[in-house]
């Protein structure tokens, strides 16, 4: 098989943060979850844009972010995601472009908008955020590039977008086309309320071999598995795909492939300044890890350094020079 020119080409959410602080007494005011994401409607999003404080507008979107870290990591990756021709349609292809990542899907005429994501954080960092999907949601099977697709290492799917007809569809289809190239496939379940609504369907891309990587959490585990205990649920999934990534928060992370098995602790930081994005620059820096052929537990330790750099300033996207720091962290 020849080289692969992408590292990673990713199908995700094309979305616009605004990212503003709050107290929990406005969370709770606002009957919002702390620390979760929630689906939001655009008289919702208008409501609670009116009640935020001042907003930074950063490009997000979790499979995005993810390329992002990847890009400071110097590896090549491409994104397809769908903006709507608007003014953050433009501010979101801009920065991605900027960052040095692939980016050549058509923007998307007329309503909906482009997408945006309402964070709010709280003094102890923990992020809640709320999502108007927007344009992300009616992401066309034609925006897929299958060049792109059948010349990158991974395939990531951001598991967010597996809620909506057209670009489940979309993702459905990229990943006949990497597959059927000899190419792997990477998911990340995004969030427990995705599992909940599509746990069945992700078995299934498990169990016909779709799937060579799987990232989640200790919630998204517990919730597909239906175990209370995260140990025994993570055994029992780590035992459905060939690899899978399962992120503790402020405990560290672990990875099982095969008989294989890593364990690492969370990177030291000086202040948790905003989690936005913690998980995507993990899995930035395991991709690269594991483009690099490192050991799991290096591509563990990659991830929990791009993890914590992200986590110490506000913004899913990273600010120091992430090749630097696993430079010095792991020679």
């Given at each position: 098989?020849?080289?692969?020119?992408y590292a990673v080409v990713a199908i995700g959410n094309a979305i616009v943060d605004v990212i503003a602080?709050?107290?929990?007494?406005?969370?709770?005011?606002?009957?919002?979850?702390?620390g979760g994401m929630t689906l939001i409607d655009a008289e919702r999003a208008q409501s609670l844009y009116g009640a935020m404080g001042p907003g930074r507008e950063i490009s997000g979107g979790s499979a995005a972010n993810t390329l992002a870290g990847l890009a400071r990591l110097g590896k090549k990756t491409a994104f397809i995601g769908q903006v709507a021709d608007?003014?953050?349609g433009e501010v979101f292809a801009h920065d991605v472009r900027a960052g040095g990542i692939d980016f050549d899907v058509?923007?998307?005429?007329?309503?909906?908008?482009?997408?945006?994501?309402?964070?709010?954080?709280t003094p102890d960092g923990q992020r809640t955020m709320n999502t108007f999907l927007g344009a992300?949601?009616?992401?066309?099977?034609t925006a897929l590039d299958s060049d792109k697709i059948e010349n990158a290492e991974w395939l990531y799917l951001e598991g967010y977008l597996w809620n909506a007809p057209d670009s489940r569809a979309a993702m459905t289809t990229a990943i006949a086309m990497a597959k059927k190239a000899g190419r792997k496939v990477a998911l990340t379940l995004s969030d427990a309320f995705v599992v909940h609504g599509h746990r069945d369907e992700f078995f299934a891309l498990m169990d016909d071999g779709s799937l060579d990587l799987l990232f989640a959490n200790d919630t998204e585990v517990r919730a597909m598995m239906q175990d209370d205990d995260t140990a025994s649920a993570?055994?029992?999934?780590?035992a459905r795909v060939p690899m899978l990534v399962?992120?503790?928060?402020?405990?560290?992370?672990?990875?099982?492939?095969g008989s294989e098995h890593a364990r690492v602790p969370a990177e030291p930081v000086e202040r948790v300044v905003d989690t936005t994005g913690a998980g995507d620059l993990f899995a930035a820096g395991v991709f690269a890890g594991l483009a690099e052929g490192r050991s799991l537990a290096d591509c563990l330790t990659m991830g929990a350094v791009c993890a914590a750099e992200v986590i110490?300033?506000?913004?899913a996207r990273p600010e120091k020079d992430l090749a630097e720091l696993v430079r010095v962290r792991l020679g």
């Amino acid at each position: 098989m020849i080289a692969s020119p992408y590292a990673v080409v990713a199908i995700g959410n094309a979305i616009v943060d605004v990212i503003a602080d709050a107290d929990d007494a406005f969370i709770t005011e606002q009957a919002l979850t702390k620390g979760g994401m929630t689906l939001i409607d655009a008289e919702r999003a208008q409501s609670l844009y009116g009640a935020m404080g001042p907003g930074r507008e950063i490009s997000g979107g979790s499979a995005a972010n993810t390329l992002a870290g990847l890009a400071r990591l110097g590896k090549k990756t491409a994104f397809i995601g769908q903006v709507a021709d608007d003014q953050l349609g433009e501010v979101f292809a801009h920065d991605v472009r900027a960052g040095g990542i692939d980016f050549d899907v058509a923007p998307r005429p007329g309503q909906p908008p482009t997408a945006r994501c309402l964070i709010l954080v709280t003094p102890d960092g923990q992020r809640t955020m709320n999502t108007f999907l927007g344009a992300a949601q009616f992401l066309p099977e034609t925006a897929l590039d299958s060049d792109k697709i059948e010349n990158a290492e991974w395939l990531y799917l951001e598991g967010y977008l597996w809620n909506a007809p057209d670009s489940r569809a979309a993702m459905t289809t990229a990943i006949a086309m990497a597959k059927k190239a000899g190419r792997k496939v990477a998911l990340t379940l995004s969030d427990a309320f995705v599992v909940h609504g599509h746990r069945d369907e992700f078995f299934a891309l498990m169990d016909d071999g779709s799937l060579d990587l799987l990232f989640a959490n200790d919630t998204e585990v517990r919730a597909m598995m239906q175990d209370d205990d995260t140990a025994s649920a993570v055994a029992a999934l780590s035992a459905r795909v060939p690899m899978l990534v399962c992120t503790h928060g402020a405990e560290g992370a672990e990875a099982h492939r095969g008989s294989e098995h890593a364990r690492v602790p969370a990177e030291p930081v000086e202040r948790v300044v905003d989690t936005t994005g913690a998980g995507d620059l993990f899995a930035a820096g395991v991709f690269a890890g594991l483009a690099e052929g490192r050991s799991l537990a290096d591509c563990l330790t990659m991830g929990a350094v791009c993890a914590a750099e992200v986590i110490s300033h506000y913004g899913a996207r990273p600010e120091k020079d992430l090749a630097e720091l696993v430079r010095v962290r792991l020679g």
